[in-house]
């Protein structure tokens, strides 16, 4: 996920941030409402220099008190409405921010829980979890806060500067002629800020992913007291972040403290020539009062535009690195008119002359021309070395990569003419190492059938063998079993992912060494389990541990990505082949 050429042509503008408009688009109403309140308080701000010369110039001169009381009186009315004006300014700017980050967090995540494998083999699951929070809460305060500061003192400062130039040409030039000084440094200060905060993000997000791999694996680490690497490794990570970060605060305040000395030079020279001016009589004392109001609120508002922008400058890295993630296409998409698959899937599937090579490995090819058929309700053991090829098989059926040449059908339909979800809503899958969510029993039942009711959960722990064990947890299955189900056992963990299977009650089963870490009382339990569960179904099992698939239709032997022997295991041992010798070292040692 690095920035690509066009990204970096584009690192010194705001351009990123224009992505966002179609968000901002979906609420009008809000939008206008804000966009009301922030004129009405920009206007309402600048009639108080007017209303102050007013009180100089006519109530103090004319000694008159009722004058001034009703001077006074409009000046608190003018308060009220400011007040009001920014109160519901504040509202609705904050509630676009919080909106528009929902919208956009959620966007980003729907689109990443899509993408293939292909991106899932390079991209690191910490680096995903921080853009999705870091940036998105970054780009919350940019759309809330920082934009309605930022079109606040736009507005006030044009407002002002024309203002000014009404009160005084003369004065006027004094601070207009300052702004492009001010103006021009916040752009180009503006650009490093925002390479430099991007590099910030990046560095940052790198260490949030590094964290996230060392805390899940927190009990190998440990176990092989690797804590002051880690904790060495993290730290330089966190250290480089900052300085990125430092180098962006810096050029910030660079920029804030040049422009704050241009701003007060500007109104001191402004309330020099005025004062000579009243002295000369060619001013009231009124007037010039109105214009330094009003060369203030203009120093002021383009003065805090130099840190707004840096705030947006920040916010447009973030964006980048979201709009990364939110345009990713995945490699594995639904055609535009799937095929329909037949109301009853019988389980019938072909590979033909399939060649596969993964991205991330080009020069070696997992499946080299690759044919086998399958037949409704088989049962078929495919077994080999490690790199074989054994996983890809299920990787190419639920359709997580495509293959460079060949075809794969289900049902005599090639699978790339299916929408990969209905594709996939035809297999269960049962792995060696099942995943645990951090919920409940019932949850993780549940995962397997969206919707299922409790007495249907149970009836899939029962047919699982788990039904005894979840009732002797403490809240049953209410209990929560933490992050990967480490309050389990292997076989625990495994008789849940065959009620999830069960559950499913899918066409096709996948079970990759489902009971290869298991001792032999778990083992049983799951295998009991498991032939239960491929009663009626075409099945595929991955297996190490030749005795678990004695009884298979059918034993495939792999290597090399390709198939170098057949047959059932008493014709495989007959053969004197490979398959023959794995079986002796097993069953001898055995």
């Not at 049962?430 to 969206?450: E, H, K, L, M, T």
């Not at 996948?510 to 049983?524: R, Y």
Request: net charge neutral; with cysteine.
């Amino acid at each position: 996920m690095a920035e690509n050429p066009e990204e970096t042509k584009r690192n010194g503008s705001l351009q990123p941030l224009s992505n966002l408009f179609p968000y901002i688009k979906r609420y009008k109403p809000q939008v206008t409402l804000a966009i009301f309140f922030l004129v009405l308080a920009a206007v309402t701000t600048l009639t108080l220099p007017m209303a102050v010369r007013r009180v100089i110039d006519h109530g103090f001169s004319d000694s008159n008190p009722e004058l001034v009381n009703s001077y006074f009186t409009v000046l608190i009315l003018i308060g009220l409405v400011l007040a009001i004006a920014s109160s519901c300014r504040y509202y609705f700017v904050i509630w676009l921010g919080e909106r528009i980050v929902a919208d956009l967090r959620k966007d980003v995540f729907d689109n990443v829980t899509k993408l293939s494998a292909t991106f899932f083999d390079t991209a690191r699951s910490g680096e995903i979890v921080s853009r999705l929070t870091a940036d998105t809460t970054q780009i919350k305060s940019a759309v809330g806060a920082t934009a309605s500061l930022a079109l606040r003192n736009t507005l006030l400062g044009i407002g002002a500067v024309t203002m000014m130039i009404y009160t005084s040409p003369w004065l006027s030039l004094f601070v207009v002629g300052a702004i492009p000084l001010i103006i021009l440094p916040i752009i180009m200060f503006g650009r490093r800020v925002r390479r430099r905060s991007r590099e910030a993000q990046d560095t940052l997000a790198e260490a949030t992913a590094y964290a996230s791999e060392s805390i899940g694996a927190v009990s190998t680490m440990q176990s092989y007291t690797n804590e002051k690497s880690v904790r060495s490794g993290f730290g330089a990570a966190v250290d480089f972040a900052f300085d990125a970060a430092r180098l962006a605060i810096r050029t910030r305040a660079l920029l804030t403290g040049f422009a704050i000395f241009l701003i007060l030079s500007s109104v001191v020279a402004v309330l020099w020539v005025g004062a000579n001016n009243v002295l000369n009589g060619t001013m009231s004392p009124g007037t010039l009062s109105q214009f330094l109001l009003y060369a203030v609120f203009a120093a002021g508002a383009f003065g805090a535009l130099s840190e707004v922008w840096g705030e947006l400058s920040q916010a447009a890295g973030s964006a980048e690195r979201l709009v990364e993630l939110l345009k990713t296409q995945s490699d594995i998409v639904a055609p535009a008119n799937p095929s329909p698959l037949p109301a009853k899937v019988k389980g019938e599937m072909v590979f033909d002359n399939v060649e596969f090579r993964y991205p991330t490995r080009p020069e070696y090819a997992a499946l080299d021309g690759f044919s086998l058929n399958i037949e409704p309700g088989e049962t078929i053991a495919i077994v080999g070395s490690s790199g074989a090829g054994k996983s890809t098989v299920f990787s190419m059926l639920l359709r997580f990569y495509d293959p460079q040449s060949g075809t794969i059908k289900l049902d005599d339909i090639p699978l790339t003419q299916l929408d990969p979800e209905t594709l996939r809503d035809q297999f269960a899958v049962v792995p060696q190492d099942s995943v645990i969510f951090a919920s409940n029993v019932a949850d993780n039942i549940a995962y397997g059938r969206d919707g299922a009711d409790r007495k249907t959960i149970l009836d899939a722990a029962k047919a699982a063998n788990a039904h005894d064990f979840i009732s002797n947890l403490p809240e049953g299955y209410d209990t929560a079993l933490g992050e990967r189900g480490v309050t389990l056992s292997g076989g625990q963990r495994q008789r849940l992912a065959i009620a999830r299977a069960i559950l499913r009650d899918a066409p096709v089963l996948l079970l990759d060494e489902a009971t290869s870490a298991l001792d032999a009382e778990s083992e049983k339990l799951v295998q009991d389990a498991l032939d239960r569960l491929m009663q009626g179904r075409t099945t595929i099992i991955i297996a190490h541990r030749l005795a678990t698939i004695l009884k298979a239709d059918r034993i495939i032997v792999m290597d090399k990505g390709k198939i170098i022997e057949e047959g059932t295991h008493k014709s495989l041992i007959a053969k004197k082949g490979v398959y023959a010798g794995l079986a002796k070292l097993q069953f001898d040692a055995g």
